[in-house]
C-alpha cells in the first residue's frame, strides 16, 4: 500500500479546514496558498469529499468549503479511503468479497489480512481533530 500524493494532499485539505473557525466557508485559493498545492488539485479531492458528504461548499461571495459536522467526526481512514482508489496491500483484498479463485487455499492471505486490519486499525486511530492537536 502506497498512500498517494491525492491522499495526502486531501489530509492536508481536512487540516487546513479543521485549523479554521468551525463556520467559516475557505476557499480553495486560500487553502492551495497555505498549503502549497494547486487550485486544480485541491478541487477534484474538494469534489470527491463534498459528494461523500464530509465537506459542504457554498457559493457565491463568502462561499467556499467547510467540513460538515465536526473534524472530530472523521478519521484519516475515512478521509483516505474517500480518495484513494484501494488501502489494501494486495489486491485480492480491494473489494469486500475477495475475487482471487485461491482464496481458500493461499497460505499467504492471512497474512495480506492481518496488514490489511493494522493498516486499517492504525489510520482510524487518528481524527482530523488529533492532527491538530500534534
Not at 487550485?39 to 479531492?45: G, H, I, N, P
Not at 485461491?102 to 492481518?114: I, S, V, Y
Request: glycine content about 6%; charged content about 25%; some cysteine.
Amino acid at each position: 500500500m502506497k498512500i498517494s500524493t491525492r491522499g495526502r494532499y486531501a489530509i492536508r485539505l481536512m487540516y487546513d479546514l479543521a485549523s479554521q473557525p468551525t463556520d467559516a466557508y475557505c476557499t480553495l485559493k486560500s487553502i492551495a496558498e497555505r498549503q502549497g498545492i494547486s487550485v486544480k488539485y485541491l478541487e477534484q479531492m474538494a469534489k470527491a469529499l463534498t459528494r461523500a458528504g464530509v465537506l459542504e461548499s457554498s457559493h457565491g461571495r463568502g462561499g467556499g468549503y467547510r467540513i460538515h459536522g465536526s473534524a472530530a467526526d472523521y478519521t484519516v481512514y475515512d478521509v483516505l479511503r474517500i480518495v484513494e482508489e484501494s488501502l489494501s496491500p494486495v489486491a485480492c483484498l480491494d473489494s469486500a468479497e475477495n475475487p482471487c479463485p485461491r482464496k481458500d487455499m493461499c497460505a499467504t492471505l492471512p497474512l495480506w489480512t492481518g496488514l490489511d486490519e493494522v493498516i486499517r486499525d492504525y489510520l482510524q486511530r487518528f481524527t482530523i481533530a488529533d492532527l491538530l492537536r500534534k
